[in-house]
């Protein structure tokens, strides 16, 4: 990827590599941070070297131009944590890449559209469903609606336009995606502030990697921090009946309705942290989320955990223990590491993945299957 603002945008952290030269640095660096353990393989799984996210965030800067105009442009921090006002991003994707001139170039010429507005930022599906959020430091009246709707049918895109306790959604608050997953067809929604994979294809290639790792079981699967459903649903297909629980309304909102649009039957989603799962499972609280749902109906022999970068706090490490098999993808190797210490001296690492999600950057996520020894 030859990018103009390598070496200048703190978004790329590793500019002075090639694709694979960041990879295999980042790979490197994660097998030795994990060589204690006994790791029987590592498999890789790849990024498109440009335009792979599909979730972008970008600054309003406002400046003048050489005739003293004023002007504004997208902005990301440099390496200095100023402002560097940019043209274009490489890694978006592709209809992220072309709308952001478009768009920018309608606001740049109307005054109640750009007048305060401070952040940008896009949410785009494979199935080129776009949703796009202004934000801005001012409320927004009704003028600004009907320019905003105008633009949102002119470019056939969502668009909603936000303020300080205000959230103005045009038309929808969501986009719709289409995942194909094993060469079977999965239907999503992604709301606007709920959390969402940022690399597709990478997100695709996760979740047929966990699927590849597990044979179809007639026992259940439990899963923590399930969020929108993302490998819940996908996940059913291996197992009797699935218990998931999210601390957030907005992603269990999300996973009921992308339950719904896959016809799946099989899920009970529950809204409560994994602390307070682990609570109600040991009966030592009863909660009234839990009032339909017989914790002791299931049959559990499989946990999903993909928790946030602090990893798992010490009880649900110990109740992850308690399963005969445990899937864990990570976003920080540094918890993961901790964690593993833990968990395996009770189980084996079988398998063990690395995941590029964030090309050109530090960043690298991790999936690992154990089993009990």
């Known amino acids: 990827m030859n990018c103009e603002y390598f070496g200048k945008c703190g978004s790329c952290t590793l500019y002075d590599k090639n694709y694979e030269e960041q990879l295999e640095y980042k ?22 070297e440009q335009n792979f996210r599909t979730r972008a965030e970008f600054r309003i800067w406002k400046n003048f131009d050489n005739e003293n105009n004023p002007t504004i442009s997208y902005a990301m921090n440099d390496f200095n944590k100023n402002a560097l006002e940019i043209e274009s991003c490489q890694i978006v994707s592709k209809d992220i890449a072309c709308l952001m001139p478009k768009l920018l170039e309608k606001i740049q010429n109307d005054e109640e559209l750009k007048f305060k507005l401070f952040a940008c930022e896009f949410l785009n599906s494979t199935t080129n469903d776009m949703l796009v959020t202004l934000i801005y430091h001012r409320k927004l009246e009704e003028n600004w609606i009907e320019k905003a709707k105008s633009i949102e ?14 959230k103005e959604i045009l038309s929808k608050d969501f986009i ?65 009946k699935v218990l998931a629980t999210e601390i957030s309304k907005t992603s269990i909102k999300s996973a009921l309705t992308n339950c719904s649009l896959n016809s799946i039957s099989n899920i009970d989603f529950i809204r409560m942290s994994a602390e307070e799962f682990v609570e109600a499972l040991e009966e030592k609280r009863e909660f009234n989320r839990l009032k339909d749902i017989d914790l002791k109906s299931y049959n559990f022999e499989t946990i999903f955990v993909d ?3 602090a990893g798992l706090d010490d009880t649900t490490r110990a109740l992850s223990k308690e399963f005969d098999t445990i899937i864990y993808i990570s976003c920080n190797p540094e918890t993961l590491h901790r964690d593993l210490e833990e968990l395996t001296k009770t189980h084996k690492i079988i398998n063990f993945a690395l995941f590029d999600q964030f090309s050109y950057t530090e960043h690298i996520e991790s999936g690992v299957i154990l089993k009990r020894l």
């Open 27 to 48: 790979v490197q660096r994660e097998k030795q941070k994990f060589s204690q353990f006994d790791i029987p393989n590592i498999d890789i799984i790849k990024s498109e």
């Open 153 to 166: 049918k002119e470019f056939g895109i969502k668009i909603i336009g936000r303020s300080r306790k205000q």
């Open 176 to 240: 719709e995606e289409t995942l194909e997953i094993e060469e079977k067809k999965f239907r999503f929604q992604y709301k606007e502030g709920g959390f969402t994979q940022p690399n597709t294809k990478v997100n695709i290639k996760m979740i047929e990697w966990v699927l590849g790792q597990i044979e179809k079981s007639d026992k259940d699967l439990c899963e923590l921090y399930c969020g929108g459903g993302n490998f819940t649903i996908p996940l059913s297909q291996k197992f009797n």
């Open 307 to 309: 928790p946030p970068r």
